[in-house]
T-cell receptor, first 110, second 114 residues
Framework: GQNIDQPTEMTATEGAIVQINCTYQ??????LFWYQQHAGEAPTFLSY????GLEEKGRFSSFLSRSKGYSYLLLKELQMKDSASYLC???????????FGDGTTLTVKP | ETGVTQTPRHLVMGMTNKKSLKCEQH?????MYWYKQSAKKPLELMFV???????ENNSVPSRFSPECPNSSHLFLHLHTLQPEDSALYLC?????????????FGSGTRLTVV
Protein backbone atom coordinates (compact mmCIF):
# COMPACT_ATOMS: atom_id res chain seq x y z
CA GLY A 1 0.00 0.00 0.00
CA GLN A 2 0.96 3.66 0.00
CA ASN A 3 0.93 6.33 2.67
CA ILE A 4 1.50 9.98 1.79
CA ASP A 5 1.71 12.72 4.40
CA GLN A 6 1.74 16.46 3.96
CA PRO A 7 0.72 19.30 6.28
CA THR A 8 -2.93 20.27 6.10
CA GLU A 9 -2.49 24.03 6.11
CA MET A 10 0.29 26.60 5.86
CA THR A 11 0.32 30.37 5.92
CA ALA A 12 3.03 32.64 4.52
CA THR A 13 3.57 36.28 3.67
CA GLU A 14 3.67 37.79 0.20
CA GLY A 15 7.26 37.97 -1.05
CA ALA A 16 8.49 35.28 1.33
CA ILE A 17 9.65 31.69 0.72
CA VAL A 18 7.66 28.65 1.80
CA GLN A 19 8.54 24.96 1.80
CA ILE A 20 5.81 22.33 1.64
CA ASN A 21 6.95 18.88 2.71
CA CYS A 22 5.70 15.49 1.62
CA THR A 23 6.72 12.12 3.00
CA TYR A 24 5.68 8.85 1.47
CA GLN A 25 5.85 5.13 1.95
CA UNK A 26 5.23 3.03 -1.12
CA UNK A 27 5.65 -0.54 -2.25
CA UNK A 28 6.93 0.65 -5.61
CA UNK A 29 8.18 4.09 -6.62
CA UNK A 30 8.26 5.48 -10.14
CA UNK A 31 8.29 9.20 -9.50
CA LEU A 32 6.65 11.98 -7.50
CA PHE A 33 4.48 14.80 -8.78
CA TRP A 34 3.39 18.13 -7.36
CA TYR A 35 0.15 19.70 -8.51
CA GLN A 36 -1.47 23.04 -7.74
CA GLN A 37 -5.23 23.30 -7.30
CA HIS A 38 -7.05 26.59 -6.87
CA ALA A 39 -10.45 26.43 -5.21
CA GLY A 40 -13.10 25.24 -7.65
CA GLU A 41 -10.58 24.50 -10.38
CA ALA A 42 -8.76 21.50 -11.82
CA PRO A 43 -5.36 20.46 -10.44
CA THR A 44 -2.50 21.59 -12.68
CA PHE A 45 0.88 19.89 -13.05
CA LEU A 46 3.83 21.65 -11.42
CA SER A 47 6.73 19.21 -11.30
CA TYR A 48 7.96 15.63 -11.54
CA UNK A 49 10.94 14.12 -9.73
CA UNK A 50 12.19 10.59 -10.22
CA UNK A 51 15.88 11.03 -9.35
CA UNK A 52 17.29 12.49 -6.15
CA GLY A 53 17.95 16.18 -6.15
CA LEU A 54 16.46 19.56 -6.86
CA GLU A 55 14.49 20.50 -9.95
CA GLU A 56 14.09 24.23 -10.43
CA LYS A 57 11.40 25.80 -12.56
CA GLY A 58 11.12 29.54 -12.15
CA ARG A 59 9.81 30.48 -8.70
CA PHE A 60 8.99 26.85 -7.93
CA SER A 61 11.49 24.09 -7.10
CA SER A 62 10.93 20.50 -6.10
CA PHE A 63 13.31 18.22 -4.22
CA LEU A 64 13.36 14.46 -3.85
CA SER A 65 15.22 12.04 -1.59
CA ARG A 66 14.23 8.48 -2.48
CA SER A 67 16.17 6.92 0.40
CA LYS A 68 14.25 9.08 2.88
CA GLY A 69 10.89 8.89 1.14
CA TYR A 70 10.79 12.67 1.22
CA SER A 71 10.04 15.52 -1.11
CA TYR A 72 9.43 19.22 -0.79
CA LEU A 73 8.03 21.96 -2.96
CA LEU A 74 9.73 25.32 -2.53
CA LEU A 75 7.90 28.47 -3.55
CA LYS A 76 9.92 31.69 -3.74
CA GLU A 77 8.81 35.31 -3.97
CA LEU A 78 5.30 34.36 -2.96
CA GLN A 79 2.41 36.08 -4.67
CA MET A 80 -1.21 36.29 -3.60
CA LYS A 81 -2.17 34.08 -6.54
CA ASP A 82 -0.08 31.27 -5.04
CA SER A 83 -2.84 30.75 -2.46
CA ALA A 84 -4.06 27.27 -3.40
CA SER A 85 -3.94 23.63 -2.43
CA TYR A 86 -0.69 21.81 -3.28
CA LEU A 87 -1.00 18.09 -3.93
CA CYS A 88 1.82 15.60 -3.64
CA UNK A 89 1.29 12.43 -5.72
CA UNK A 90 3.37 9.27 -5.97
CA UNK A 91 3.48 7.26 -9.18
CA UNK A 92 4.07 3.63 -8.43
CA UNK A 93 5.22 0.78 -10.58
CA UNK A 94 1.68 -0.25 -11.46
CA UNK A 95 1.41 1.65 -14.71
CA UNK A 96 -0.56 4.84 -14.47
CA UNK A 97 -1.41 4.62 -10.81
CA UNK A 98 -0.76 7.91 -9.00
CA UNK A 99 -1.77 8.10 -5.36
CA PHE A 100 -2.41 11.56 -3.98
CA GLY A 101 -1.81 13.03 -0.56
CA ASP A 102 -4.52 15.04 1.18
CA GLY A 103 -3.06 18.30 -0.10
CA THR A 104 -1.67 21.34 1.70
CA THR A 105 -3.77 24.49 1.65
CA LEU A 106 -1.43 27.47 1.40
CA THR A 107 -2.70 30.93 2.28
CA VAL A 108 -0.55 33.87 1.23
CA LYS A 109 -1.19 37.05 3.23
CA PRO A 110 -0.20 40.61 2.33
CA GLU B 1 -9.75 25.31 -20.46
CA THR B 2 -7.10 22.68 -19.84
CA GLY B 3 -7.64 20.58 -22.95
CA VAL B 4 -9.74 18.09 -21.01
CA THR B 5 -13.44 18.94 -21.10
CA GLN B 6 -15.96 17.52 -18.67
CA THR B 7 -19.72 17.80 -18.87
CA PRO B 8 -21.88 18.60 -17.09
CA ARG B 9 -20.11 20.93 -14.64
CA HIS B 10 -22.81 20.41 -12.04
CA LEU B 11 -25.30 17.57 -11.58
CA VAL B 12 -27.99 16.95 -9.02
CA MET B 13 -29.59 13.53 -9.14
CA GLY B 14 -31.89 11.40 -7.08
CA MET B 15 -30.86 8.02 -5.77
CA THR B 16 -33.00 6.21 -8.33
CA ASN B 17 -31.79 8.19 -11.36
CA LYS B 18 -29.39 7.11 -14.07
CA LYS B 19 -27.00 9.70 -15.42
CA SER B 20 -23.67 9.81 -17.24
CA LEU B 21 -20.61 12.01 -16.91
CA LYS B 22 -18.63 12.76 -20.04
CA CYS B 23 -14.96 13.52 -20.52
CA GLU B 24 -13.29 14.48 -23.78
CA GLN B 25 -9.67 15.25 -24.67
CA HIS B 26 -8.01 16.05 -27.97
CA UNK B 27 -4.47 16.22 -26.65
CA UNK B 28 -3.47 12.97 -28.32
CA UNK B 29 -3.18 11.27 -24.93
CA UNK B 30 -3.55 7.52 -24.65
CA UNK B 31 -4.41 7.16 -20.96
CA MET B 32 -7.52 8.48 -19.23
CA TYR B 33 -8.60 8.39 -15.60
CA TRP B 34 -11.53 8.98 -13.28
CA TYR B 35 -10.79 10.40 -9.84
CA LYS B 36 -13.18 11.23 -7.00
CA GLN B 37 -12.46 14.25 -4.79
CA SER B 38 -14.46 14.56 -1.59
CA ALA B 39 -14.19 17.30 0.99
CA LYS B 40 -11.21 16.84 3.32
CA LYS B 41 -10.17 13.60 1.59
CA PRO B 42 -7.42 12.98 -0.94
CA LEU B 43 -8.07 12.40 -4.62
CA GLU B 44 -9.19 8.79 -4.99
CA LEU B 45 -8.36 6.89 -8.16
CA MET B 46 -11.41 5.10 -9.54
CA PHE B 47 -10.57 3.82 -13.02
CA VAL B 48 -7.67 3.85 -15.47
CA UNK B 49 -7.87 3.29 -19.21
CA UNK B 50 -4.69 2.85 -21.22
CA UNK B 51 -5.09 2.64 -25.00
CA UNK B 52 -8.85 2.12 -24.44
CA UNK B 53 -8.28 -0.88 -22.20
CA UNK B 54 -9.29 -0.72 -18.55
CA UNK B 55 -6.17 -1.39 -16.50
CA GLU B 56 -7.38 -0.39 -13.05
CA ASN B 57 -10.61 -0.67 -11.11
CA ASN B 58 -9.82 0.56 -7.65
CA SER B 59 -12.52 -1.43 -5.82
CA VAL B 60 -15.21 0.92 -7.06
CA PRO B 61 -18.85 -0.08 -6.37
CA SER B 62 -20.73 -1.39 -9.38
CA ARG B 63 -23.13 1.57 -9.29
CA PHE B 64 -20.26 3.38 -11.09
CA SER B 65 -19.66 2.00 -14.57
CA PRO B 66 -16.95 3.42 -16.86
CA GLU B 67 -16.90 3.34 -20.63
CA CYS B 68 -14.09 4.27 -23.00
CA PRO B 69 -15.29 4.03 -26.62
CA ASN B 70 -12.09 5.58 -28.02
CA SER B 71 -8.92 7.19 -26.73
CA SER B 72 -10.50 10.66 -26.76
CA HIS B 73 -13.67 9.97 -24.79
CA LEU B 74 -14.41 8.60 -21.36
CA PHE B 75 -17.76 8.19 -19.66
CA LEU B 76 -18.85 7.40 -16.13
CA HIS B 77 -22.33 5.92 -15.95
CA LEU B 78 -24.11 6.40 -12.64
CA HIS B 79 -27.10 4.51 -11.26
CA THR B 80 -28.71 4.05 -7.84
CA LEU B 81 -26.15 6.28 -6.17
CA GLN B 82 -26.01 7.07 -2.47
CA PRO B 83 -25.76 10.51 -0.81
CA GLU B 84 -22.16 9.70 0.21
CA ASP B 85 -21.29 9.56 -3.49
CA SER B 86 -21.71 13.33 -3.65
CA ALA B 87 -18.30 14.68 -4.62
CA LEU B 88 -16.26 16.31 -7.37
CA TYR B 89 -15.51 13.80 -10.12
CA LEU B 90 -12.37 14.62 -12.02
CA CYS B 91 -11.30 13.22 -15.36
CA UNK B 92 -7.63 13.31 -16.31
CA UNK B 93 -5.49 12.22 -19.23
CA UNK B 94 -1.79 11.64 -19.83
CA UNK B 95 0.45 10.79 -22.76
CA UNK B 96 0.63 7.22 -21.53
CA UNK B 97 -0.06 5.53 -18.23
CA UNK B 98 3.31 6.26 -16.60
CA UNK B 99 4.02 9.58 -18.23
CA UNK B 100 6.55 11.84 -16.45
CA UNK B 101 4.62 14.85 -17.72
CA UNK B 102 1.81 14.22 -15.29
CA UNK B 103 -1.88 14.42 -15.80
CA UNK B 104 -4.02 17.05 -17.44
CA PHE B 105 -7.20 17.35 -15.42
CA GLY B 106 -10.61 18.52 -16.46
CA SER B 107 -12.51 21.02 -14.33
CA GLY B 108 -14.66 18.28 -12.89
CA THR B 109 -18.33 17.52 -12.41
CA ARG B 110 -19.75 18.54 -9.05
CA LEU B 111 -22.22 15.76 -8.24
CA THR B 112 -24.88 16.02 -5.57
CA VAL B 113 -27.00 12.96 -4.78
CA VAL B 114 -30.27 13.74 -3.02
Amino acid sequence: GQNIDQPTEMTATEGAIVQINCTYQTSGFNGLFWYQQHAGEAPTFLSYNVLDGLEEKGRFSSFLSRSKGYSYLLLKELQMKDSASYLCAVLNTNAGKSTFGDGTTLTVKP
Amino acid sequence: ETGVTQTPRHLVMGMTNKKSLKCEQHLGHNAMYWYKQSAKKPLELMFVYNFKEQTENNSVPSRFSPECPNSSHLFLHLHTLQPEDSALYLCASSQEADSPYGYTFGSGTRLTVV
